[in-house]
């Protein structure tokens, strides 16, 4: 069984990609609540987690909110929770589901296929400093 942090959201993202890392220090700056914990895709966690929600690792280049017990989102829908659960202003990013699932996930996916080209990529995950270090699993 895994073991993680009670009450915690957990965005697996990739832990190569510059957009993804930025996306991550975005999400930590503004995570006024502290609900969110970070594990990088390629990560040993990251593969455990994978495989207990039944998500096939080779087929995934999307962030996923995991939800322990309840859900998990990803692609455009695990963005718009987030947005939702950062609250303040982010939380009218939620504006966002009135388009549907099927087309704001064609718009991540072009992002997505693209993101390493535009953003670049790095040789391995980020090492969190010592005061972040406890946002990472």
Known sequence: ?????????????DGVCNLCDSAVQFVI??????????????????????????????NIDSIILYEPGVAYYYKSQAALQIAKNLGGIWHFGTVFRIIPTSISNQVYDYVAKN??????KKESCMIPTPELKSKFL
């Not at 073991?3 to 965005?11: E, H």
């Not at 993101?115 to 670049?120: L, Q």
């Open 29 to 58: 700056q503004h995570d006024k609540k502290d609900v969110f914990r970070f594990v990088a895709l390629q990560s040993e966690l990251g593969q455990e987690i994978l495989k207990h929600i039944g998500i096939n690792s080779q």
């Open 115 to 120: 993101r390493y080209k535009w953003y670049g």
């Open 1 to 13: 069984m895994l073991n993680l942090p009670p009450n915690k959201k957990i965005i697996l993202f």
